[in-house]
């Protein structure tokens, strides 16, 4: 499966005739539907809608469309409905114009300050009053479900690209890992044989060994307990571990967007560890070079489904 990035756009238009039986009159009237599409990144699927006044009640159609293709981001939705029918009329009917002028008349005994209507406003009503048949639900539905398409098709490129940039990040703490795996025993040992020098200097003596059995017994144990205090191997271990599942997640795909979150912060957490339990400037210098990676494959992380 592929990483899907919940950053994309996409768009799409169709012309239709907006009347069931087009005529000689309507054929050259039309409608054009267009549809845009716009996602973001987001913890939930959040889905908005701006559609034309005609075209509100097929809301509830398309949220179930778009939720059975998306699963997170904060998606937009625009369905616009351009007519042509304003640049072409016929002539309206006398029946029409006697309508008109009734309505006027009642209007104006009510309303004596009232303007009365203009060439222009009649031959904009009488261009409203031409009868919209044509249902829109198949031609949305079917618009939709191609800028979907091609809105999936841009989240998977840019899931790649995340993902291959996601995959460089492992590779180079796994070259830190390496780094830290043979500092970590030696250090132990070297600070546990100062820790004891400076014991035995703290003591007055020159050789560790010629402490009394008691005083020898507790600068070992003493030794021993801030050697295990400094031992970094169990966070390198758990960072290795973290950087494999990561490494299959990605290579496995799709809605891991969660769980890669969740990994990044438990490296994180072990980074710092290294950092604050290092006694050592190397030690420090590569935790603070795996924080840097580390925040930057968050960034990332955030916008992949």
Same mark, same amino acid.
């Given at each position: 499966?592929?990483?899907?990035?919940?950053?994309?756009?996409?768009?799409?238009?169709?012309?239709?005739?907006?009347?069931?039986?087009?005529?000689?009159?309507?054929?050259?009237?039309?409608?054009?539907?267009?549809?845009?599409?716009?996602?973001?990144?987001?913890?939930?699927?959040?889905?908005?809608?701006?559609?034309?006044?005609?075209?509100?009640?097929?809301?509830?159609?398309?949220?179930?469309?778009?939720?059975?293709?998306?699963?997170?981001?904060?998606?937009?939705?625009?369905?616009?409905?351009?007519?042509?029918?304003?640049?072409?009329?016929?002539?309206?009917?006398?029946?029409?114009?006697?309508?008109?002028?009734?309505?006027?008349?009642?209007?104006?005994?009510?309303?004596?300050?009232?303007?009365?209507?203009?060439?222009?406003?009649?031959?904009?009503?009488?261009?409203?009053?031409?009868?919209?048949?044509?249902?829109?639900?198949?031609?949305?539905?079917?618009?939709?479900?191609?800028?979907?398409?091609?809105?999936? +098709? /841009?989240?998977?490129? !840019?899931?790649? $690209? @995340?993902?291959?940039?996601?995959? &460089?990040?492992?590779?180079? %703490?796994?070259? =830190?890992?390496?780094?830290?795996?043979?500092?970590?025993?030696?250090?132990?040992?070297?600070?546990?044989?100062?820790?004891?020098?400076?014991?035995?200097?703290?003591?007055?003596?020159?050789?560790?060994?010629?402490?009394?059995?008691?005083?020898?017994?507790?600068?070992?144990?003493?030794?021993?307990?801030?050697?295990?205090?400094?031992?970094?191997?169990?966070?390198?271990?758990?960072? +290795? /571990?973290?950087?494999? !599942?990561?490494? $299959? @997640?990605?290579?496995?795909?799709? &809605?891991?967007?969660?769980? %890669?979150?969740? =990994?990044?912060?438990?490296?994180?957490?072990?980074?710092?560890?290294?950092?604050?339990?290092?006694?050592?400037?190397?030690?420090?210098?590569?935790?603070?070079?795996?924080?840097?990676?580390?925040?930057?494959?968050?960034?990332?992380?955030?916008?992949?489904?």
């Amino acid at each position: 499966m592929s990483v899907y990035s919940m950053t994309g756009y996409a768009n799409a238009q169709l012309s239709v005739n907006p009347n069931s039986l087009a005529t000689e009159s309507s054929s050259n009237s039309s409608c054009r539907l267009g549809i845009e599409i716009r996602s973001v990144n987001s913890r939930y699927l959040d889905l908005s809608f701006r559609l034309a006044e005609e075209l509100r009640s097929q809301e509830p159609s398309l949220r179930e469309l778009m939720q059975k293709h998306l699963k997170r981001g904060k998606v937009e939705v625009r369905v616009a409905l351009e007519s042509n029918l304003t640049n072409t009329f016929s002539e309206p009917s006398v029946r029409l114009l006697q309508r008109l002028n009734s309505v006027q008349d009642t209007i104006k005994a009510w309303l004596p300050l009232a303007t009365a209507l203009s060439v222009a406003d009649v031959l904009r009503l009488c261009t409203n009053d031409q009868p919209v048949t044509h249902n829109f639900q198949h031609d949305m539905m079917k618009l939709t479900e191609q800028a979907l398409e091609a809105l999936m +098709s /841009a989240r998977q490129r !840019e899931g790649a $690209r @995340l993902a291959e940039m996601l995959l &460089e990040r492992i590779a180079q %703490l796994r070259q =830190l890992v390496n780094q830290a795996v043979p500092l970590a025993p030696k250090l132990v040992a070297q600070l546990r044989q100062r820790f004891l020098d400076r014991w035995a200097e703290a003591m007055g003596l020159t050789d560790v060994g010629t402490l009394p059995e008691a005083a020898n017994d507790r600068a070992l144990s003493e030794a021993t307990a801030f050697a295990i205090r400094i031992d970094v191997a169990e966070e390198i271990t758990r960072l +290795s /571990a973290h950087l494999d !599942e990561l490494e $299959r @997640l990605i290579k496995k795909g799709g &809605e891991i967007g969660k769980r %890669l979150d969740f =990994l990044i912060q438990e490296l994180h957490r072990e980074a710092n560890t290294l950092g604050s339990k290092s006694a050592a400037l190397e030690l420090t210098h590569i935790s603070v070079d795996m924080k840097v990676l580390i925040e930057q494959m968050r960034e990332q992380v955030q916008n992949i489904e």
